[in-house]
DNA sequence: TCTTGAACCTCTAGTCACTGGAGATCGTAT
DNA sequence: ATACGATCTCCAGTGACTAGAGGTTCAAGA
C-alpha cells in the first residue's frame, strides 16, 4: 500500500492528473487511511500504468475507457480494442500528414525573408497577408 | 460595409470566432449600425484572412497578435516576424517527430493483434499494460 | 509523547481556442 | 405591418489537465 505521492513518482503521473482520472472514472477510488488519505496497491499501479503509456500514445480519455472495458472482459473478442488501436493509428497519420504541409509552406514562407529588412517588405508578413502567395491549400 | 454573417462567408470562419477574435483584440471593434449590429470594411476583411492563415498554420493567438504589432511598424526590422515563424517551423517539426514515433509504436502493437482473438490474449492490450513490449522509449 | 514539516485533502478557477445555446432584438423583404 | 432570418449579449461546455487556497494528516526525530 502506497501513497498518492508514491504513484506519481513510480509512474511520472503528477498527482492532481491522478485524482483527475479517479474523477474521470478511469482509476477506481482507492482505500483510504483513516485520515482519509488515499492508499494504492499493485493493481492500482497497473492500472495508471495502463492510462499512462495509452496517453503517451496519444489516445484519448475516452478511447482508453473503452480499453479497459474490454480488459475487464477476457472473454470477449479483441475486435473492439484493434479498432480503437487503428483509429488512432489513423488519426496519428493524418495530423502528420497536416502537419507536413504546413512544415513545408512554412519552410518556404521562412525562406523568403532573412530578417534583415523591415516590416514593410518581410515576406513572412506579406504571405500570411496574402493567401495567394501561398503554393498549396492548407 | 458588410455583416458578420457576410465576413463569416468570405473567411470561412464562424461567426462566434470572430467575436472571440474581437474579444481578444486580434479585430479592432468594427463600426456598428444604430441596433449595434457589426459592419465590416475590407481593412476587417483582410485583417480577419491574415489571422485564418496564421492559425491555419498553426500560429497561436499570441504569435499572431505579436504578427500584427509588428505589421503596424512598417519601418521596425522584421527579424521578429521571422523568429516567430521559425519558431512556429521548430514547433511543427517536433510534433511531426513525436508523432512519427507514435506511429511506429502503434503499427507494431497493431499488427501483433487481427482481432480474432479474445481480449483475454490481446496483444493491443497486452502492450498497452506493459511497457516492456515497446522497443523505443515514447 | 510531542512537535514539526512534508504530504495530503477538497474545492475552485484557469489554461487554449474555440463552440453552442438561451433569450432578446434587429434588418429587410413582402 | 408582419414575418423570419440574422444578429446581439451572456453564460457554459469542450479536453486534459494544472495551479492555488486553506485546511488536515502522517511519520520521523527529540
Redesign the interface.
Known sequence: MFSIGELSRRTNVKIPTIRYYEESGLLDAPERTEGNQRRYDAAGL?RL??IK??R???FSIEAIAA?IE??G???????E??????A??SD??A??KR??A??K???R??KG??????????Y??AS??D?RLCERE?
Open positions: 497497473e500504468s495502463f503509456h495509452a503517451d500514445l496519444g480499453l474490454l480488459q472482459h477476457p472473454d470477449r473478442s479483441c475486435a480494442a484493434t479498432d480503437i488501436a487503428s488512432q493509428l496519428v497519420r495530423k502528420i502537419l507536413r504546413l512544415e509552406e512554412l519552410v514562407i521562412s525573408c532573412d530578417g534583415n529588412g523591415m516590416t514593410e517588405d518581410c513572412v508578413l500570411l497577408a493567401h492548407h
